[in-house]
């Protein structure tokens, strides 16, 4: 499984972005996918993620109601769709994919076994 981020960049508070995570090397089907984000000195925290097969989604209460987590079946990518961003949303995003993870697990990063490199997002005040 190889997963590509992209689309990360600098907006003003308030303002929106959309990252991509395009995902290849098998079926995903039986997988989840998730974004978690890393600011500098920070622990990697969880923001969203999105059942391939059904599509149900799941937030972090930091970005619920702000952050859309959707799924292109014909592309293979996952969007993160970020608006009314604020100065504390800025770090790294990180898209991840994990196998038969059961719901209450899906905010632990360790169930996650495949992994992006990353795209940075920066909030200015």
């Known amino acids: 499984v190889q997963l590509q981020a992209s689309g990360g960049g600098l907006v003003q508070a308030g303002g929106s972005l959309r990252i991509s995570c395009a995902a290849s090397?098998?079926?995903?089907?039986?997988?989840?996918v998730g974004w978690f984000r890393q600011a500098p000195g920070k622990e990697r925290e969880f923001v969203a993620a999105?059942?391939?097969?059904?599509?149900?989604?799941y937030y972090a209460d930091s970005v619920k109601g702000r952050f859309t987590i959707s799924r292109d079946n014909a592309g293979n990518t996952v969007y993160l769709q970020m608006n009314s961003l604020k100065p504390e949303d800025t770090a790294v995003y990180y898209c991840?994919?994990?196998?038969?993870?059961?719901?209450?697990?899906?905010?632990?990063?360790?169930?996650?076994?495949?992994w992006g490199q990353g795209t940075q997002v920066t909030v200015s005040s």
């Open positions: 999105i059942r391939w097969s059904g599509g149900s989604t």
């Open positions: 991840a994919a994990a196998r038969g993870v059961i719901v209450s697990n899906l905010g632990n990063w360790h169930a996650y076994a495949y």
């Open positions: 090397g098998r079926s995903f089907s039986s997988y989840a």
